[in-house]
Structure formats: C-alpha cells, structure tokens
C-alpha cells in the first residue's frame, strides 16, 4: 500500500472519530444526525480508498452510497421537522421520553 492511500484512511479513521464525538458528546438532536452524516461521510471515503484498484466498481458504488445517503438527508429533515412540532424542542432526552 503506497503512502498516499495509507494517509487517505488516517484522514478518514479521523473524520469518523470526529462523528463519533460529536454524536457521544451532544444532546442536540441536529447536531448528532450531522455527526452521523459525518461519520457516513468517512465510511464512504474508506469505500472509496479501498476499491481504488477497479475504478468502474468503484463508481458505481460510490453513486449507488451518495444516492441512499441522500435519502437518508430527506428522513432525517423530517425526523427533524415533526419533532419539533411535537415538543417545541429538539433535545434528544425529550425524544427519548415521549417519542416522535
């Protein structure tokens, strides 16, 4: 493995650990779904950084991940919208409680 790919997944190992502290450490419930799409974010990369050998596989999956993490954004925004209509808040202990 030559030394570029090597730093390519020391960048990704560190943008996810980013994700996983901000999703561990925040009780906002924005905040934590934008760290999880930061960790989804790093798993991608590593997709990316190990199918670097066949580049039509590679395309096409990495399409196929930008798609349901694009999906997953539209779920989320509307997790987001009706809990805030129901609790007036957007803490994740009031959604651990009463539930969306």
Do not use: C, H, W
Not at 3 to 26: E, R
Not at 39 to 56: D, E, K, Q, R, T
Request: net charge negative.
């Amino acid at each position: 493995m030559n030394l570029t790919l090597l730093l390519i997944i020391i960048a990704a190992v560190a943008v996810a650990s980013v994700g996983v502290y901000g999703l561990t450490s925040s009780r906002n419930f924005v905040r934590q779904l934008l760290s999880l799409e930061v960790v989804f974010n790093a798993i991608i990369l590593l997709i990316a950084v190990m199918l670097a050998s066949s580049p039509g596989v590679a395309t096409i999956l990495l399409v196929i991940l930008v798609l349901i993490v694009s999906g997953e954004v539209v779920v989320i925004m509307a997790l987001v919208i009706s809990a805030y209509r129901s609790g007036k808040s957007l803490e994740s202990d009031i959604l651990g409680e009463e539930g969306v």
